[in-house]
């Protein structure tokens, strides 16, 4: 099925700690987008790429990095994983300027 | 800076009932509004999208419809279902061509049978 696929769906991490997600789309998407939503709030973008060898800063670009080294893929890392970052991160794709498909989620908890 | 903002941040109505859901933005230079529905747990699935032109959009039981001079948007749901429990995002696409969503908070809703 057409869409966007996040994977993993679920990570415990200790304080400190690194990981990637990882975020592909098979719609042939030029945008795609990191989100984070936390608990009363809502969405906010952390990272994005308008195209293959793109990437941007969102809000909240802190303690994160991304590379988008094939346009089907974007790839979210934490270099050293903190409390604050315990989420649910969201990855999104689009044509531009159009409706967005969004991924199921990430739920991360760093202890 | 665009700030998006949802109230009421909670609602229960009985089945069967109309209601709306409503969504301000502080800047009225947006490129479209949309309207998101999010499962427990689960992502977000695109509901409705304006273009900053338009004034409305319909669904079957659902419409939005959008005023960039006062900055709102509203979500009419006609006569409610419990399928329809959600929480309900709206997101604002600031600048003339812009790709970046700006989120509310989000409206939880709850249909009771």
């Known amino acids: 099925n057409a869409g966007v696929t996040q994977t993993p769906k679920f990570r415990v991490l200790k304080t400190g700690q690194s990981m990637t997600l990882l975020c592909a789309q098979d719609m042939n998407h030029e945008y795609m987008y990191w989100y984070r939503q936390d608990p009363g709030m809502g969405l906010r973008l952390i990272h994005y790429?308008?195209?293959?060898?793109?990437?941007a800063k969102g809000e909240v670009p802190d303690g994160y990095n991304v590379s988008r080294l094939k346009k089907q893929n974007f790839l979210l890392g934490l270099e050293s994983a903190a409390p604050s970052q315990t989420s649910v991160y969201f990855c999104a794709s689009n044509a531009g300027g159009y409706g967005y498909t969004f991924g199921s989620g990430t739920r991360l908890t760093v202890v | 800076k665009q700030e998006v903002t949802q109230i009421p941040a909670a609602l229960s109505v009985p089945e069967g009932e109309n209601l709306v859901l409503n969504c301000s933005f502080t800047?009225?230079?947006?490129?479209?509004l949309q309207w998101f529905r999010q499962d427990p747990g689960k992502g977000l699935t695109s509901l409705l999208l304006i273009q900053s032109s338009q004034r409305e959009q319909t669904s079957g039981r659902l419409n939005a419809s959008l005023d960039k001079s006062s900055g709102r948007s509203t979500l009419y749901i006609a006569a409610s279902q419990p399928g329809d429990s959600a929480t309900y995002l709206c997101a604002a696409t600031p600048g003339e061509y812009g790709n970046k969503l700006v989120f509310g908070a989000g409206t939880i809703l709850r249909v009771k049978s």
């Open positions: 790429s308008v195209g293959e060898g793109t990437t």
């Open positions: 800047d009225s230079a947006i490129y479209n």
